[in-house]
Nanobody, 121 residues
Framework: QVQLVESGGGLVQAGGSLRVSCAVSGRTFSSYFMGWFRQAPGKEREFVAYIMWSGGSTYYADSVKGRFTISRDNANTVYLQMNSLKPEDTAVYYC???????????????WGQGTQVTVSS
């Protein structure tokens, strides 16, 4: 059974940092793109970043470029390091996987349950 399990969310002050993690299991994701999305209350799910598991190429939404960094280890975990956090970064953050790449949530086949990130002003 494929599982993506996020962790590391929490409450942080504006300007602070937080790292969220996504542990994957149940299959090999070496040919997949691993993405992070977020969803704030009353808003649509929004693309944040993705990384190609093989090769490590990355892509970011303009809203987080220069502040967030996506990475993965050699085992089974994908990370999102978030620096210079702003109140507008407050959302539930989801990890997802797709064979196709891109920023469109509907193309992602596997999803985690999400982890809450709250940035106070």
């Amino acid at each position: 059974q494929v599982q993506l399990v996020e962790s590391g969310g929490g409450l942080v002050q504006a300007g602070g940092s937080l790292r969220v993690s996504c542990a994957v299991s149940g299959r090999t994701f070496s040919s997949y793109f691993m993405g992070w999305f977020r969803q704030a209350p009353g808003k649509e799910r929004e693309f944040v970043a993705y990384i190609m598991w093989s090769g490590g190429s990355t892509y970011y939404a303009d809203s987080v470029k220069g502040r967030f960094t996506i990475s993965r280890d050699n085992a089974n975990t994908v990370y999102l390091q978030m620096n210079s956090l702003k109140p507008e970064d407050t959302a539930v953050y989801y990890c997802a996987a797709t064979r196709h790449g891109g920023m469109i949530a509907t193309t992602y086949e596997y999803w985690g349950q999400g982890t809450q990130v709250t940035v106070s002003s």
